[in-house]
């Protein structure tokens, strides 16, 4: 019978081994080697992939801004929630170290999750929808930013942020009850989704720039601290048991 997760008091408080901390560094490591690699993306190209430009029709707003801005306060309020969780853990609970330890997981995911949306930008070029073609028909003459819409950064941020709150409630009682961690987190992936379909509105992104980055985001925010925490012991399938023993901190219950 599953066990439910502990309270962040009572948890134990993974150590810091060298392999995760080589990890870290490789990860923040490929931002910099990317944008140095790949300091502008091709020329750019703009077919659809599936019901891109349907989705557009419906979903544009008639003030593109207004989108904008509500997707950057949306965005913000998820990545606000990570510094939330560990604050109640540290100041309700006294556990700074675990706090400082959810921290660290917060920033090893976003690290990954920054490699894969600066190399997917950086080397894709899909152009954004509000960008209009050169004179000749082609997109080369347009910013790197034009050329940077696959994969969403707002969405894959969003979602990196909505899968790290729920990893954490399920190794840990931060609300308090299973049911209040369970509605947090379906509270949070619903407010990833509205905030990432807002690039869409905003005519900023295309649906599967959005879908994408919310794909690299949760995967992310979800896998990271399983591979981390779980351990050799985990059920994990036995390719992610390799990595998850690798870097593992703790196979006990919480982190």
Avoid at 64 to 86: C, F, H, K, N, Y
Avoid at 111 to 137: N, W, Y
Avoid at 193 to 218: E, I, P, Y
Wanted: proline share 6%; aromatic share 4%.
């Amino acid at each position: 019978v599953p066990q439910p997760p502990p309270a962040a008091a009572n948890a134990p408080a993974p150590s810091f081994s060298l392999q995760e901390a080589t990890l870290t560094a490789a990860a923040f490591g490929g931002i910099a080697l990317t944008s140095v690699l790949i300091p502008t993306p091709p020329d750019g190209w703009r077919e659809d992939l599936g019901p891109d430009t349907w989705v557009q029709d419906r979903l544009r707003f008639s003030k593109p801004r207004t989108a904008e801005l509500l997707s950057d306060i949306g965005q913000g309020a998820l990545l606000a929630s990570a510094l939330v969780d560990a604050s109640i853990v540290a100041l309700r609970d006294g556990r700074w170290d675990l706090a400082a330890r959810m921290a660290l997981i917060d920033v090893q995911a976003a690290a990954l999750t920054g490699v894969v949306v600066m190399l997917t930008k950086s080397s894709i070029g899909r152009v954004r929808p509000d960008a209009e073609p050169c004179a000749d028909g082609g997109y080369a003459c347009r910013s790197n930013n034009a050329r940077e819409s696959i994969v969403s950064g707002h969405a894959a941020a969003s979602f990196t942020a909505a899968g790290l709150a729920c990893s954490h409630r399920r190794r840990l009682s931060i609300s308090g009850s299973e049911t209040g961690d369970a509605l947090t987190c379906a509270g949070l992936i619903a407010a990833a989704l509205g905030s990432s379909l807002m690039r869409v509105s905003a005519n900023r992104h295309w649906l599967s720039d959005v879908v994408a980055g919310g794909l690299v985001g949760l995967s992310s925010g979800l896998l990271v601290p399983e591979l981390v925490y779980a351990g050799a012991n985990s059920d994990l399938q036995p390719s992610l048991r390799i990595l998850a023993t690798a870097v593992r901190y703790d196979a006990e219950p919480g982190y």
